[in-house]
């Protein structure tokens, strides 16, 4: 068996997804063991969705009169703003907390 790095592995998976066959048929031609094929993509796809996420989510809500205000949900913490900061200000803060 080849030993692979997590980058290669990742680009293996990668050129499966592209390449349009099912992980078997695509196995056979690379002539890589599907079972272990199978473990790695499962592993990898774990660690992506425990990875952070390098987005935030932020909320606007506008009011009847036109109003914005801005909400920001961190952790255990909420901002919540009634005018909304200079978009510098808020850049940075949430360049802090991320």
């Known amino acids: 068996m ?5 980058e290669q592995w990742q680009a293996i998976i990668t050129k499966q997804q592209k390449s349009g066959l099912s992980a078997a048929q695509f196995c056979r031609n690379e002539k890589i063991d599907q ?11 774990k660690e992506l969705k425990n ?5 935030t989510r932020v909320k606007f809500k506008h009011s009847k009169s ?7 949900k961190y952790k255990n913490s909420t901002l919540k ?9 808020l850049g940075e803060l949430l360049s802090s907390l991320s």
């Open 81 to 89: 703003f009634e005018k909304l900061p200079s978009v510098k200000w």
């Open 2 to 6: 080849i030993r692979r790095s997590k």
């Open 51 to 55: 990875a952070p996420q390098p987005f």
């Open 66 to 72: 036109h109003e914005v205000t801005f909400e920001y």
């Open 35 to 45: 079972k272990y094929f199978s473990t790695r993509k499962r592993q990898l796809l």
